[in-house]
Every structure is written in C-alpha cells, then in structure tokens.
C-alpha cells in the first residue's frame, strides 16, 4: 500500500517538478498542460493522466495551493471530464481522496457521480478487484483506523 502512494506521489511530483510544456497550459499549474481538446488530459513531457484524478491526487502536497487544485478539479468536471478514469496504477479519483484521506474530495466526487462500487482494475495484486468500500477497509486495516478514515467510510455508506 506504501509503495502504490509513493508510486501516485512521484507520478503527480514529476508533473510539478517538471517544466515543458507544449499544449494549451492549465490555468493554475502552467508547467502542465492539456493534451486534448476536451482538456481531460493533463501531460508534462511524455507523461500523460486524466486531468480529475491529477488534481485528486495533488489535493495535500506540501507547496500545492488547495484552492487552486479544487478550481482545477470542478472547472475539469465541468468540462464533461470522466469522474473514473484511473490513473496509471488503476486508482480512481474516488479512490485517490479515500487512499490520501481527503474526506471533502471524498464527498465532492460522490455528489459529482463517482460510484463506489466500481472495481480498481490495477497490476498491484493487493488492490485489485477491489471496490472502495474494500479499499478503506484495507487501509484502516494496513494502516490502522482514525477519525478520518472513518468519516470517508460514513461517506461512502451514504453513498449506497
């Protein structure tokens, strides 16, 4: 479970840390860019991802503007951009909030549609098949309950 948030955080990192940017710039972050018409697609250099889990997955990091992120994140929705689509390891934006434990992107992207009950399809075996009530269970059970754990696990039976 370490190993696929550092995988997220490095991805997500090297989209910040790199500088190139050959496409229409993201208002808020001109270092990325959108590589497709619809701007569902966010690219630096030759790394793709959807636009709605890149900016999932970004909410939290240490030098990242929160406000900046979530203006990203609804104007993307907005825009028709898939609320599903994986990133690279499988990981949904809903299942990105659950795993960084952002109770508010949890339910923002529950009100917005994003179903639970949709299966992670990941090459990480721990993970795979699993839907996102599974998955905050596994992480209350690998990395132990908390307060905001259990809010996000409220959410989700809302959600039902």
């Known amino acids: 479970m370490a190993n696929l948030k550092c995988y997220v955080l490095s991805v997500f990192c090297f989209f910040v840390v790199s500088a190139s940017a050959y496409a229409e710039s993201v208002d808020s972050f ?8 619809e ?34 994140l609804k104007s993307a929705i907005k825009r028709g951009c898939s609320i599903s689509a994986p990133d690279n390891a499988g990981v949904s934006p809903l299942n990105a909030a659950i795993m960084f434990e952002h109770p508010k992107l949890v339910e923002y992207l529950l009100q917005k549609g994003a179903d639970p ?36 696990r409220e959410l989700l039976l809302r959600s039902k």
């Not at 966010?42 to 997955?57: I, M």
């Not at 992670?120 to 209350?140: A, Q, T, V, W």
């Open 39 to 72: 701007k569902c697609v966010v690219t630096l250099g030759n790394k793709s991802s959807p636009a709605v889990v890149h900016f999932v997955s970004g909410y939290g990091l240490k030098g990242i503007d929160n406000e900046a992120i979530l203006k990203e």
């Open 30 to 37: 001109p270092w990325l860019s959108y590589s497709d018409k």
């Open 117 to 152: 009950n949709n299966r992670i399809s990941s090459h990480r075996k721990s993970i795979n098949g699993m839907n996102s009530f599974e998955f905050i269970d596994l992480l209350i059970k690998v990395k132990g309950n908390s307060k905001v754990k259990q809010e996000i």
